[in-house]
């Protein structure tokens, strides 16, 4: 027990650790590119493959860790944060930062990219209980969040203070990224120090099973999940946080600095109402609570365009977010539940996979709604209508699949009641 809470507790600080080197990073990266000489379309280009790259990467990684190892894959993927890092530090020409971008792990926007998440959920998956996985998952998410929050700050000011006593921009930046590169190194250190309790258990028979993507028994239970996330991702695409941010800029003229403090608070409410999630799905299960909180969010999200004044809209839009992240940590819980063990971290990472595919083909079609004033209001419709749509159906495909504590609670209920 003492050395799964200490694995637990490492798979915390590695998270913190990683989530506050995104957000430090992210800052700056492209102003550095700039100053470095790259070009608008260069650095467009860059940030495209990096995130392509890291895609690709972490479909291979993360589907070979329960076989490979996952202590193995997790120290792989700090080598190629740091390594990228370095290679960004010490370079300036095109190609090699393509090179890097593409093999290595770096973060333009402070969100979660590589290996790292799918891997460590599987392993916290088996680390704690059954009962208690959803509460885990929940401040898993919201340290995750405070750190990348934490980090934009200290990058900024870091970069900041040292241009003020006299460096310059691009040295200033450079701090950053050697910031970045010994984030990766400390990484590498916290995962040497994981027990072999994070490692996928094997059943038997799953030795001589076929496997597609690390996947044997549960492929089509994660396929049917992927196509939905897909869905749900696709869906948010069309209404990202810098999308809204420019919708309250046309329709409502809100300056720069209101708009930061809006969506600073609407972060904060998002990542506080993930703690409520644990408790809600301890009482109504954990499908119920993804499609019963996340229903009204986005039938608020459908409103947000309706009302007449600001103060209304952002009123609506902080109601929206103080609900709208209660499905995170319980649809993370469910996919781990629902596969077998040996396949935690195949399903993590095709499905985390199918949602940055989705994400990433809906906002040029925003794009073309917010050049119309006359469609400028689409973007929250078919969001909200696509993401009702998609927990229409997840309820339907997946109310009978209960994961393992749910499953046993209905046994003991049903004892009780005929015994």
Known sequence: MGR???????????????????????????????????????????????????AAISLWITTSADRIGRRRMLLFGSF???????????????????????????????????????????????????????????????????????????????????????????NSYRAVLFGYAVAGGILAVLFLSLSPAVEAVHAPEAALAKRVLGLHRSRGVVAKLSSLFALDAFAGGLIVQSIMAYWFHVRFAVDVGTLGGIFFGANLLAGVSALFAAHMAARIGLVNTMVFTHIPSNLLLCLVPLMPNIQLAVGVLLARFAISQMDVPTRQSYTMAVVEPDERSAASGVTTIARSVGASLSPTLSGVFLASPLLLNVPFFLAGGLKVIYDLLLYKGFRALKPPEEAAASRAVGARRFG
């Open 80 to 170: 190629l944060m740091a390594g990228a890092g370095a290679v960004f530090l010490l370079t300036k020409n095109f190609a090699l930062l393509i090179i890097a971008a593409v093999i290595g792990v770096i973060s333009p926007s402070g969100l979660e990219v590589g290996p790292f998440l799918s891997i460590e959920q599987a392993a916290l998956s088996q680390l704690v209980a059954n009962e208690l996985r959803t509460q885990v998952f929940a401040w898993y998410n919201l340290v995750g969040s405070f750190a990348t929050a934490l980090g934009a700050l200290g990058g900024g000011l870091l970069a900041q203070t040292l241009q003020t006593s006299g460096w310059t921009a691009f």
């Open 4 to 54: 799964s809470r200490l694995d637990t507790a490492l798979f915390f600080t590695t998270r913190i650790t990683r989530l506050f080197a995104y957000g430090f990073l992210s800052v700056v990266l492209v102003l550095y590119l700039a100053s470095a000489g790259l070009t608008e379309k260069e650095i467009g280009l860059l940030l495209t493959l990096t995130l392509a790259g890291d």
